[in-house]
Every structure is written in structure tokens, then in C-alpha cells.
């Protein structure tokens, strides 16, 4: 009662001198039981690793339970040794000190405060050095201890107050500076952050370690001398050297494409409506591996480093294209608009400034890619590299490969085509003439699609034309089997969703989509038939640990389990002896895989989607402006380009027994019948034969083949128009009217017997 009873005359003292302004701005009985420090959001990969923080301040929230008793204990024994006998003001301390500003005519008042009163400054008041300002502090700290009991006011204490190099809060101030939870902290180490309070500057253990190892020692020896630690603690304490792991959160991360895609979508969600992803302190729990994540961008920067030196070697840049950059840069428009510099005389200054044009030319001409990596069973993200910027920079601003960028996918898109074939019950051993096909454009003028080495055959089935990516035979079964809104159907059913052209060149990918929509579509093909909606996030929590917003899987059924199987088998062609074969020859895969290299035209997009029963992974290799293109099939091709950084993800990946992926096996459905053949032949084989190989049937499919409907033409469903003569005199099947007629270039990812991989 008696310092309840001081306390008030010191502050009615205050308020006659000051008025009744003192109290103005007071913080409300709600705003001193809710107080709302802004606090960090956290981005947890599955496996448990810290991916990102979204903060304005970076502060995590913990409760004192979380927190090692040496960091209060410092605290207490350097800011407070009474804090747990006053009612929130020292009075005897505040004597001292008010005397002290009197008797030097101080202008600014200062000294005394308590751990409550700087919690109450830091919470609800302003940092000026007042009287007024003081008083105020002193009413706000008697309400907090009246509120609160004193560990929480520890706890709101230590997860407030300002760590330095952007820490605030003791937790982000032990990640930042030791690597560790704030429940780990030692002796020293948490002396060292308590050191940093008295100026975050000067005793910043990272920028200063001599003053912060000083101040430490000092603030061990008033733990000693305040009881919470023993003479022999302290010595070894002292005796310890300062080390850091030093850690600075920057708006990089360890995933800084996937989280940015995270900051972007995150409030899709109606549940979190008025959310604040900077102030709020969520905690959102991802799909992402982190261990994957690594492993995806130790893939894509070696080989991003490989391209990019065997394009620096080969390309020249036209003059023409040149001028174009030129008059394209901000540099050449501010000349011309603001400056009023003639045109002319704009380019060709720039053209002289080498340093400045060697730079614009530069910045063109990098090589960008992209990986995505999804669990098939579940859509769940593994792996997300949207771009080859491995640098400090901002992340927020980099364009994002894997889910903004749309690209022809070529060949990538010709599964699609195969797997609307099967599913109308043709074989996949029927055999189609592998021959260019002229076929009349839209403008009036013959398209004609060919293998990507201009080579040709004979009749070819459509396993070893999937597995070698014949352009002639897709096209021919597309003209002849299906008609290009089948295509799309298909390509929708299973989960594609960007526009696609209704002609007949969409056969050969000529349709744009994005690496993350490729990526899904393929989960079809891994995950028997049916695909799941992609799903980066499954929980995001409040910052007391409630569940604000929960998201699970979403599966739907894509292609009939027998006829998903069919396609494994082609696709598994493709990796055992077609454009892919690189993966085991020269990778040594040794796990069941199967996938599909593709290559646009003029080499401007080069891709490899891949899968194994657990995993699929989509990789997108090119430039960010599409008149630059790789120079050659030799490396710019899909199996050159984009297969060696696929093949070493999912090797790291599979070679890693912490990740328990199994080598297991894709299961076949009940109703897929498997019939050996001899040879190179469509017959039936005995199976002690030696050229024997098993070819698998969906029952529609093997109706037909015991039928004996092979090879006979059918009437082309894009019919009306005349035939053609190919090159070996050979009656071509009729060429379409322009309804059909591609509009857009055609995918150059072909091999044949000349084939480069």
C-alpha cells in the first residue's frame, strides 16, 4: 500500500504540472490485453525447415516456456534485478534518476525503467525522452502488471524488443544470429543477445564481436552476482569464445520462387479474408522438401552454367536484332521522349556505347529454366525453381518460369495425342507410314510437318513413333484417327487448361502451357489414370497455433487406368531405347521411369517431363525473349537441354535414403492384356522365341487386334481435300480443307534412326 500509495502522489504530482494532456493517448483496458506487435509469418517446408519469413519486422512470437531460462535471467539481472518484487516502477530507482534530470536540468528525462515501463514504451508509446511521456509510461506499466502476470510479461518482453540486424524477438534474434530456437540458447549466448539491447548497433555480436564479447562477460558477471548462475558458470561462461552462425533473414529464403508464389496466392483462400501475411505471425505449413529443393537447384544451376557457356560460344547477335534491343531499352525511349534526342542520333550513340550495349546484350541473352516436382499420389510440391537468379536479390519481383511463363511444350504435348489414340482403342503396336504430310494452311499456302532431322521410314508403330518422337507418324495418326477437339479433350481431361488452338498442329505441342500445368497433366500418367490438383499449402495457422485455413488433396480421374497403363509402357520406351535413353546411358537411372523430351522450333524451348510412381518432375530450358534461341540440336534440344538437369534431380533425389523413396514398380490394371510378339512384327510370338517382346492391350484395343484391323487406311476424319504424291511415289492420304490447317509452327523434337539425344 505504501508504494501504491507514492506511486499515485508522483503521479498526480505529474498531472498538475502537465495537465490533463498527460493522459490523452493513453492505451485502451482491449489494447492493453490484446497488444498487436507486428509479427512475422513463417513458411515451413514439409520436412520441418524455416523456407521463408513475410515480415515488415522480423518477430516470431514464442511463449516463455520456449525460451531458455538464461535469456530472462540475463535480462533480469542487467534491465531489472527486482522485477519480480515491484508493482511494474522501481520507486526507489525512479527517486534516483528524478533527482539525477533535476539537479542537471535535463530536457529530455531518462533512467529507471523497468522491464514493464520499456515493454509499455515499446508496445503503446512513443520513444521520446519526456516527462510527460514518463508519466504516461508509468500509469501504462501498472496496468500491464495488473493485467498480466510477471512471466508474461517476460514472455512479451523478450518477443517485442529489438535484437539488431533486423531481429526482433528473441527467437529471430537466436535463428539470426546462432542458427538455433530460442529454447537452445546457453549461458553466453543468451548474455550475447541481451548485451545487444543496450544498443543494437554497437554490441551487434556480427559486426562488433570484441564490444559484444565485452558487454557479454559483463552482463555473465551480474548473472552471478544477481544468483541465477554460480561463480564456476560464470567463469566457463566468460571462457567461451563468441561463435556465430550467423544467419540474416533476407527476402531470398531457401525457396524464394515457390514462397513468392506462396505470398501470391495465399489469401485465395475465403478463411482468410483480412489477413495480414506481414503483421499477422501465420504459420504456413508447405508440401515443399526442402532436401528435394536443393537437390532441384544444385540441378538446374549446374546445368544453366553448361548452356549457357555453349551458347555464349555460338551465338552472334544480327544487327538487325540489335537495333531492335536498342530501341526497345529504357534508356533509348528516355533519350528520345524526354530528352528530345533525334532518333537517330539516340541509336547510334547507344550503339557506340559498348559497355552500356555489352550489358543490354547481356541481360538478353541468359539462359533461363525452370523445374517442377510433384508427388503424383497427392499433387503435393516437392521441388520449385522458377529461374536461374541464384543471387541476394529481392525475389519478390523475378518472373517465375514455372508458373507465369507459357510455352510451347513441342513434343512434350504428343502424349497426349498418343493416349486419345489408345483410349479409341487403336494398339499400340499399329503401324502408321512414316512420311512428311502436306496439308493446306489457313492462309492458303501447305504446311507440312516432318521429323525434326528431315529423316523418314517405312511402317512405323506408334510405341516406337512415340518413342523416337516422329512428328510424320503423330501427324498421320491425328489426321487419320482423331480430330484436334478430341486432342484438346483429352489434354483438358487430364488436367490442361491454358487455351489451345483447334488445329491439327496441335499434335506437336504448338499450344502453349506453363511448366507447373505440364507437370500436373503428367501426374495423370504416374498416378494410374487419375491427376490432383496442384497443393502447396495444407495448413495455415494463427499465431496462437489455430487452424485458420486446411486444404487436402483433390483428385480426378483423367484416362482409364488401362489405358493410362498402355501409355507407361510407351513412355517407358521412351527412357529405354528412344529420345530419353540418355537417362540411364549416360545418368545411370536404374529406377522404373518413364517420360517425354520435347523441342520447339528453332530450338527456342527445350523440355524433359518425367516420372517415376512417386515423383514427377517437368524441366524447361530457354530464353526469356523468344527471338534468342539455343543454336543448335547438339545441346539445345529437349534431351540435351532439359533431360541432363531432370536426370540429376531425380538421381540426387532417389540416391538419398532420408527421402524413403522407393524403386517400386508401375501397377498394371486387372484388364490390360499383355501379349508377347515376335520381332519387329505385329504377330503373336511364342514366348521361348528369342526376338520376343511382350506388347500391352487395352481390351477395346486387343478386339481390334484379334480382328486383324491393322493396317487398313481409314476415311481420314479431317477429309476433303485431294492427295499428294511423297517422295517415293507413294499415294498420300487426302490433304484437309483449312478448318484443319495448323496455324502455328510445328514442334521439332524428332529423331528416327539419325536421332540426337
Not at 503428367?522 to 497443393?535: I, K, P, R
Not at 517420360?595 to 523440355?607: F, N, V
Request: aromatic share 8%; with cysteine.
Amino acid at each position: 500500500m505504501k508504494i501504491a500509495g507514492l506511486l499515485l502522489v508522483v503521479l498526480l504530482g505529474a498531472g498538475a504540472v502537465f495537465g490533463l494532456d498527460l493522459f490523452k493517448g493513453l492505451p485502451s483496458v482491449q489494447e492493453l490485453e490484446n497488444p498487436k506487435p507486428e509479427l512475422a509469418s513463417l513458411v515451413y517446408s514439409e520436412d520441418g525447415k524455416l523456407l521463408h519469413k513475410f515480415f515488415l519486422k522480423n518477430r516470431t512470437f514464442v511463449p516463455l516456456r520456449s525460451i531458455s531460462r538464461w535469456a530472462p535471467a540475463a535480462l533480469i539481472a542487467t534491465e531489472d534485478v527486482t522485477f519480480y518484487q515491484h508493482w511494474g516502477v522501481d520507486l526507489r530507482r525512479l527517486a534516483i534518476a528524478l533527482g539525477e534530470n533535476i539537479i542537471k536540468g535535463r530536457t529530455r528525462w531518462q533512467g529507471a525503467s523497468t522491464i514493464t515501463q520499456q515493454l509499455a514504451k515499446n508496445l503503446f508509446l512513443t520513444q521520446e525522452r519526456t516527462l510527460s511521456r514518463k508519466a504516461k509510461e508509468l500509469v501504462t506499466a501498472v496496468q500491464l502488471e495488473r493485467t498480466y502476470t510477471k512471466n508474461e510479461i517476460l514472455a512479451l518482453y523478450l518477443n517485442t524488443v529489438y535484437f539488431g540486424s533486423g531481429a526482433y524477438g528473441i527467437e529471430s534474434a537466436a535463428q539470426t544470429y546462432f542458427g538455433k530456437p530460442a529454447s537452445q540458447l546457453t549461458i553466453p549466448e543468451s548474455a550475447t543477445l541481451i548485451a545487444t539491447l543496450k544498443n543494437p548497433t554497437a554490441y551487434d555480436p556480427s559486426k562488433d564481436p570484441s564490444s559484444s564479447l565485452a558487454r557479454r562477460n559483463l552482463i555473465i558477471g551480474l548473472m552471478e552476482k544477481a544468483g541465477f548462475i554460480t561463480h564456476a558458470q560464470a567463469v566457463r561462461a566468460k571462457a567461451t569464445p563468441l561463435v556465430l552462425h550467423y544467419t540474416p533473414v533476407t527476402q531470398q529464403g531457401l525457396a524464394p520462387y515457390f514462397t513468392e508464389y506462396i505470398r501470391q496466392t495465399i489469401k485465395s483462400s475465403s478463411m482468410l479474408e483480412g489477413v495480414n501475411v506481414y503483421r499477422d505471425g501465420l504459420t504456413i505449413q508447405t508440401t515443399l522438401d526442402s532436401r528435394m529443393q536443393q537437390y532441384a537447384q544444385q540441378a538446374i544451376g549446374e546445368q544453366a552454367a553448361a548452356l549457357q557457356a555453349q551458347f555464349d560460344r555460338s551465338w552472334r547477335c544480327p544487327e538487325s536484332l540489335k537495333i531492335q534491343f536498342i530501341k526497345e531499352s529504357a534508356r533509348y525511349k528516355e533519350m528520345v521522349n524526354e530528352e528530345g534526342v533525334p532518333a537517330n542520333t539516340a541509336l547510334a550513340r547507344l550503339k557506340a556505347d559498348s559497355a552500356w550495349l555489352n550489358n543490354l546484350l547481356h541481360q538478353k541473352t541468359r539462359v533461363q529454366m525452370a523445374l517442377i516436382a510433384l508427388d503424383p499420389s497427392n499433387g503435393h510440391v516437392k521441388a520449385w525453381v522458377g529461374g536461374t537468379n541464384f543471387g541476394p536479390d529481392d525475389y519478390r519481383y523475378q518472373f517465375d518460369h514455372v508458373w507465369q511463363a507459357k510455352r510451347q511444350p513441342g513434343s512434350a504435348f504428343k502424349p497426349f495425342v498418343y493416349a486419345a489414340a489408345i483410349d479409341q482403342g487403336i494398339p499400340a503396336n499399329y503401324r502408321i507410314l512414316d512420311q512428311p504430310l502436306a496439308l493446306k494452311s489457313g492462309n492458303g499456302g501447305v504446311w507440312v510437318a516432318r521429323n525434326a532431322e528431315g529423316g523418314s521410314g517405312g511402317m512405323t508403330t506408334l510405341r516406337d513413333a512415340l518413342a523416337h518422337s516422329l512428328n510424320q507418324v503423330t501427324v498421320r495418326l491425328a489426321y487419320e484417327f482423331l480430330s484436334p477437339s478430341e486432342i484438346i479433350s483429352y489434354a483438358r481431361r487430364m488436367g490442361i487448361t491454358s487455351p489451345m488452338q483447334p488445329n491439327l498442329s496441335i499434335a506437336l505441342g504448338t499450344s502453349e502451357v506453363s511448366p507447373l500445368e505440364l507437370a500436373r497433366a503428367y501426374t495423370t500418367f504416374a498416378n494410374n489414370g487419375a491427376w490432383c490438383d496442384v497443393l502447396p499449402v495444407t495448413k495455415v495457422l494463427d499465431k496462437h497455433g489455430r487452424v485458420i485455413a486446411e486444404h487436402q488433396p483433390s483428385s480426378h480421374l483423367g484416362l482409364d487406368p488401362a489405358t493410362n497403363y498402355v501409355m507407361v509402357t510407351m513412355l517407358k520406351d521412351v527412357i529405354d531405347r528412344g529420345t530419353g535413353i540418355a537417362a540411364r546411358t549416360r545418368y545411370g537411372l536404374d529406377m522404373e521411369v518413364a517420360g517425354k523430351t520435347g523441342t520447339t522450333q528453332s530450338q527456342r524451348d527445350a523440355w524433359f517431363a518425367g516420372f517415376t510412381p512417386k515423383l514427377v518432375a517437368v524441366v524447361w530450358a530457354g530464353f526469356d525473349d523468344e527471338r534468342i534461341h539455343f543454336t543448335s540440336m547438339e545441346y539445345g534440344q529437349g534431351a540435351r537441354a532439359a533431360l541432363p538437369a531432370w536426370a540429376n534431380f531425380m538421381k540426387k533425389c532417389y540416391s538419398d535414403p532420408s527421402l524413403k523413396l522407393e524403386k517400386t514398380y508401375f501397377p498394371m490394371p486387372d484388364n490390360v492384356i499383355a501379349v508377347p510378339i515376335a520381332g519387329s512384327s505385329t504377330e503373336p510370338s511364342d514366348v521361348l522365341n528369342r526376338n520376343v517382346s511382350v506388347e500391352y492391350f487395352t481390351p477395346k484395343g486387343y478386339a481390334r487386334y484379334q480382328a486383324g484391323d491393322f493396317n487398313r487406311a481409314p476415311q481420314p476424319v479431317n477429309s476433303g481435300a485431294v492427295g499428294n504424291p511423297d517422295s517415293t511415289g507413294a499415294q498420300q492420304p487426302p490433304v484437309p480443307t483449312a478448318p484443319t490447317a495448323p496455324t502455328a509452327p510445328a514442334s521439332t523434337d524428332s529423331t528416327g534412326s539419325r536421332a540426337r539425344r
